[in-house]
């Protein structure tokens, strides 16, 4: 099982340290004022992008297997193209009727352009979910990895090339349009005429609404802190502030490697052995975070990671560390992530990351008002402590043995916030 866990692990690895890998090297060619826009761009494509997929990743992850001729993968892809098509509708609404900007983003090109690359994604984050629930490593591998290295090359060299925030978008798109045309087959093949069901569609929409608002509920509180900063604080500083979160958050794709293998086995399994599964989930990705945090304060006590940034204070680093402690409360919620979504309770598990992210935006707004990037870094602390004790404490999830271990690893990791 390890050996599998390795396999799906390195692929998931690999995307999302590229994926990152092009956050950290943005700083290198991008002023930080560039950079604060860059990243304000980013958050937007985030938010695009849970609200397109609605849940259909997940369908097709877990139900491929059960139903005949790949009927949820195709419904979910054309859900994407519905899904695109209403929010370009909604975009030229808003012209007609004399709104030039959204979030202060021009509609046109730059948000237009902005939820293109949002559907680009999901394509083929629906691709690979497809790949995984039947088990293809190397279709897998394949999709991933040739999509995100198209982007990493794409967009560092054209950033390089021309170092304004705009580049960014074109270079995305492009790559996500160079993805979608090599992988022409797939999508054509799928997109191809196929009848449902009413009661499939009914089945399908029942399972994958409830993720509209947790996907919404849970990207918000990633990303939320950036739309306040753009608006509470200068350019500069967001750039910084989105410089730590971009080492510190990095520690996320070692705890969604290990689930790239184990989530599949935890959706299919019965309770017992769902149990074990959940379990050892829990102890892998801890495992990894602290081996993460460890390396991370080595990089930082010995100058490493100073010596290729030029301009940003030793507070940057320092903050980095603390959002990655932070962190480390997600291996609690993604556990009881799976363990709802086993169960079909997704609209339990939206109840959980809604009314999170509720207390999030509040709690965030007065936190940056006051204290400005400061009070985002305790946010992002309070936030995901708050995510994982709800979840945890949820009546269709953990016992209250599990709750009396969260709350010793909570000590723990607000000792370190506070030390570091």
Same mark, same amino acid.
């Given at each position: 099982?390890?050996?599998?866990?390795?396999?799906?692990?390195?692929?998931?690895?690999?995307?999302?340290?590229?994926?990152?890998?092009?956050?950290?090297?943005?700083?290198?060619?991008?002023?930080?004022?560039?950079?604060?826009?860059?990243?304000?761009?980013?958050?937007?494509?985030?938010?695009?992008?849970?609200?397109?997929?609605?849940?259909?990743?997940?369908?097709?992850?877990?139900?491929?297997?059960?139903?005949?001729?790949?009927?949820?993968?195709?419904?979910?892809?054309?859900?994407?193209?519905?899904?695109?098509?209403?929010?370009? #509708?909604? #975009?030229?609404?808003? #012209?007609?009727?004399?709104?030039?900007?959204?979030?202060?983003?021009?509609? +046109?090109?730059?948000?237009?352009?902005?939820?293109?690359? $949002?559907?680009?994604?999901?394509?083929? +984050? +629906?691709?690979?979910?497809?790949?995984?629930?039947? =088990?293809?490593?190397?279709?897998?591998?394949?999709?991933?990895?040739? &999509?995100?290295?198209?982007?990493?090359?794409?967009?560092?060299?054209?950033?390089?090339?021309?170092?304004?925030? %705009?580049?960014?978008?074109? $270079?995305?798109?492009?790559?996500?349009? $160079?993805?979608?045309?090599?992988?022409?087959?797939?999508?054509?093949?799928?997109?191809?005429?196929?009848?449902?069901?009413?009661? %499939?569609?009914?089945?399908?929409?029942?399972?994958?609404?409830?993720?509209? &608002?947790?996907?919404?509920?849970? %990207?918000?509180?990633?990303?939320?802190?950036?739309?306040?900063?753009?608006?509470?604080?200068?350019?500069?500083?967001?750039?910084?502030?989105?410089?730590?979160?971009?080492?510190?958050?990095?520690?996320?794709?070692?705890?969604?490697?290990?689930?790239?293998?184990?989530?599949?086995?935890?959706?299919?399994?019965?309770?017992?052995?769902?149990?074990?599964?959940?379990?050892?989930?829990?102890?892998?990705?801890?495992?990894?975070?602290?081996?993460?945090?460890?390396?991370?304060?080595?990089?930082?006590?010995? =100058?490493?990671?100073?010596?290729?940034?030029?301009?940003?204070?030793?507070?940057?680093?320092?903050? $980095?560390?603390?959002?990655?402690?932070?962190?480390?409360?997600?291996?609690?919620?993604?556990?009881?992530?799976?363990?709802?979504?086993?169960?079909?309770?997704?609209?339990?598990?939206?109840?959980?990351?809604?009314?999170?992210?509720?207390?999030?935006?509040?709690?965030?707004?007065?936190?940056? #008002?006051?204290?400005?990037?400061?009070?985002?870094?305790?946010?992002?602390?309070?936030?995901?402590?708050?995510?994982?004790?709800?979840?945890?404490?949820?009546?269709?999830?953990?016992?209250?043995?599990?709750?009396?271990?969260?709350?010793?690893?909570?000590?723990?990791?607000?000792?370190?916030?506070?030390?570091?």
């Amino acid at each position: 099982m390890l050996k599998r866990i390795l396999k799906y692990s390195l692929v998931e690895a690999t995307y999302k340290g590229v994926n990152k890998l092009i956050l950290l090297i943005l700083p290198l060619f991008l002023t930080g004022s560039y950079f604060g826009i860059v990243s304000y761009y980013i958050s937007i494509e985030v938010l695009f992008s849970v609200i397109l997929i609605a849940g259909f990743d997940k369908l097709t992850l877990k139900f491929s297997s059960t139903f005949g001729d790949n009927k949820p993968l195709k419904y979910s892809l054309r859900s994407q193209a519905v899904t695109y098509i209403i929010g370009t #509708l909604l #975009l030229l609404t808003c #012209l007609l009727f004399g709104i030039q900007q959204i979030m202060a983003v021009p509609i +046109i090109p730059e948000l237009w352009m902005v939820l293109t690359c $949002a559907l680009l994604s999901n394509l083929i +984050i +629906i691709q690979s979910s497809f790949y995984r629930s039947i =088990n293809d490593v190397a279709r897998y591998f394949k999709v991933r990895i040739l &999509f995100i290295g198209l982007k990493g090359i794409l967009i560092i060299t054209a950033v390089s090339i021309w170092p304004l925030p %705009q580049t960014y978008i074109y $270079a995305n798109l492009i790559s996500g349009l $160079a993805s979608v045309v090599l992988f022409k087959g797939f999508y054509t093949g799928n997109f191809a005429k196929t009848v449902f069901r009413s009661a %499939q569609s009914k089945f399908f929409l029942r399972f994958s609404l409830p993720f509209i &608002f947790h996907t919404i509920a849970t %990207q918000l509180m990633a990303v939320l802190d950036r739309f306040l900063l753009f608006h509470f604080t200068d350019t500069k500083s967001l750039g910084s502030y989105s410089l730590s979160y971009a080492i510190g958050s990095s520690i996320v794709f070692c705890f969604i490697g290990v689930s790239s293998y184990m989530e599949p086995m935890i959706y299919k399994e019965t309770s017992t052995k769902r149990e074990y599964f959940l379990n050892l989930y829990l102890k892998y990705s801890l495992g990894i975070g602290v081996l993460g945090l460890l390396g991370l304060f080595a990089l930082i006590k010995f =100058n490493v990671i100073s010596r290729f940034y030029h301009g940003y204070s030793h507070d940057t680093w320092n903050n $980095a560390l603390r959002i990655l402690i932070s962190h480390m409360f997600l291996p609690f919620y993604f556990m009881a992530n799976y363990n709802l979504t086993s169960k079909g309770k997704t609209m339990s598990l939206a109840s959980v990351t809604i009314t999170s992210s509720i207390i999030m935006a509040v709690m965030t707004y007065f936190f940056i #008002l006051f204290w400005k990037v400061e009070g985002a870094v305790w946010a992002v602390f309070l936030t995901y402590f708050i995510l994982g004790l709800l979840a945890l404490s949820h009546k269709y999830n953990r016992s209250a043995r599990d709750l009396g271990k969260y709350a010793a690893f909570t000590a723990v990791n607000l000792i370190l916030f506070l030390v570091v």
